[in-house]
């Protein structure tokens, strides 16, 4: 079983090298699906969906609530808080740069955004909603959305749970946080990164983390629409690490697919931001980097880093730090006259 | 008591006849006090902390949480939701043009924005910081924070509840919502407002609305800084509504003071963006606008309005919509590489 996976991998890492360099500069834009084109009103719309407390069912979360984009695109929390002050099961996963991963959620349950963005909303324990014909009919319920989705969507029926959907993965798309240091250095600009962190820079591909973490957002390779890249975590076992952070404690892609073959496999997450986005792992138990890419090198490469290597790949991890867009606040269409969430 | 109170509040009325109108057009800008002028600096710093999560104990709630500039300056629910789920026992009010109050809370028992500030972030039930040191020590862990404390307040110990609290007033102080039809009619264009609107313009004044619903943002006079303008409410209890929306479920002001003269009084609040901030009243027992103005003119007044009457005070209070200006998002300097609320 886990030969055959092995050779999987090699197979996937020889063509990820025809189509990817490790290195990549992060692109200007996320290309848009078919059935889904982006436009400045869909964006808009989005934007104000993704910011929407009454797509909660008591009207206190939004997908922004976990996916903080005037931060790291997470909550920096270990797991996230719904309504009623529920606690998940999982760390909120960065929106920033999420455009470019070929399946969502740490599972890889949703193919694209528009599949991950039904999720929350009608999960009890993030934004609660009891159905999507309920939340249809909160957005249906305010005129100025309304008039919005006629703009963007057109039809008799325009506010739908697909569209509400599509508008928010329209504004993640264009999430994306260019002009990090290493992408100015990948540009030609030589002092853009320090010594160090073209010592670390180095390191991460002779110590091996690139064997994975590769690829436009060091997520893995491009792969086709719901191939999720996915990999075992841990996969040595031969360290106090697993216990210490319950790293076995949930079984990952097991949980979506039934098949043994997936237990405690998980989408690789991207390196983009990470220094903004502790804690860090499915669970959240390790709260720096330092420590993470110990745990990482131990797990994944069954290697014992010094401290001088750690300090030098985390001095690269942080120079995947880009530069968060600049946006204006939307400003919600209001629901006048009566309380938010209710008729 | 009740002679000596009125004897009071037709004194406050007469001075208030001398130096504000009934009808103001919302100022373009609102007065700093002389201990916290405002700075473009101070203002963007001011905008970080109100959206910061990190100001509550669990990294969940920031003052945007429950007074939501992307919207009314509410949370339009009934009465608001702090940490870990708990429910407040008052209607948050809006914090848009609340520069104008002249003391702040539904009790008054904050004298200016600055003093405001500092409530809900040590509320247990609200943002739940453990202590005002617990506050500045999460701020001054934060590097990107504490050098903008240091460019706005200067000095070696920038970082104080006092300068977090003079940054958020100063922000709250940019957030007024100019151009409402009502202003626009103020100032001459005869045309903003519809006949209707107008009808009830006349009302809100032969009724009596206006006795207290004057000044600025019609929340009374401009009284000196902490001065707050209170009224008893419900004043009549000849009616069912007393018992029906629980309007005397709550002290009010007597649980500041614990003064008897203050049962059931309350702050005077905005009837700007009033058809944007539903539910209605200290309770938010009351979810749409015509059913607050019967309750209001039976309650305050012992008068029983027709339904044409209502719906005239209701299109005049909806010409008190004011246009929300536009704002950038602010972007929250990163605590690098750890959780968001532990060292």
Redesign the interface.
């Known amino acids: 079983m886990k030969t055959s996976r092995k050779i999987l991998c090699a197979a996937t890492l020889l063509a990820v090298s025809q189509v990817a360099l490790a290195f990549d500069v992060l692109p200007a834009a996320a290309e848009s699906p078919a059935d889904n084109p982006g436009s400045a009103a869909k964006v808009a719309l989005g934007q104000q969906l993704f910011?929407e407390?009454r797509l909660s069912v008591?009207?206190?979360v939004s997908c922004n609530?976990c996916h903080?984009?005037?931060?790291?695109g997470t909550?920096?929390?270990?797991v996230s808080?719904g309504?009623?002050?529920?606690k998940g099961g999982r760390s909120a996963p960065t929106v920033w740069n999420s455009a470019f991963l070929s399946a969502q959620f740490w599972d890889g349950r949703a193919a694209s955004l528009e599949d991950q963005a039904k999720g929350p909303i009608l999960n009890p324990i993030e934004m609660g909603m009891p159905s999507a014909e309920e939340a249809v009919a909160r957005i249906n319920d305010i005129p100025g959305y309304v008039e919005q989705f006629k703009q963007v969507f057109g039809g008799s029926n325009p506010v739908t749970y697909d569209n509400i959907a599509k508008a928010i993965a329209a504004y993640e798309r264009t999430l994306l946080t260019p002009d990090s240091a290493h992408d100015l250095h990948e540009k030609g600009d030589k002092n853009a990164l320090s010594a160090q962190a073209k010592r670390g820079m180095a390191l991460v591909e002779t110590v091996g983390c690139t064997s994975c973490h590769n690829g436009t957002i060091f997520a893995g390779p491009a792969l086709p629409v719901g191939t999720g890249f996915y990999q075992k975590f841990p996969t040595y076992e031969n360290n106090d690490y697993v216990a210490k952070y319950d790293l076995k404690g949930d079984d990952g892609r097991y949980s979506v697919t039934k098949n043994d073959n997936d237990k405690n496999m998980w989408r690789v997450p991207t390196w983009r931001n990470v220094?903004?986005t502790?804690?860090y792992f499915h669970n959240?138990s390790v709260?720096?980097?330092?420590e993470a890419v110990r745990v990482m090198a131990k797990t994944q490469l069954d290697k014992d880093l010094s401290d001088d290597e750690v300090a030098d790949i985390?001095a690269f991890l942080?120079s995947l730090t880009g530069k968060?867009p600049?946006?204006?606040?939307?400003?919600?269409p209001?629901?006048?006259?009566?309380?938010?969430?209710?008729k």
């Open positions: 910011f407390p008591d009207g206190t609530s903080n984009v005037m931060a790291s909550d920096n929390r270990p808080v309504v009623a002050g529920q220094a903004l502790a804690p959240g709260a720096t980097l330092d985390v942080n968060l600049k946006q204006e606040m939307p400003q919600l209001p629901t006048p006259g009566r309380t938010l969430t209710t």
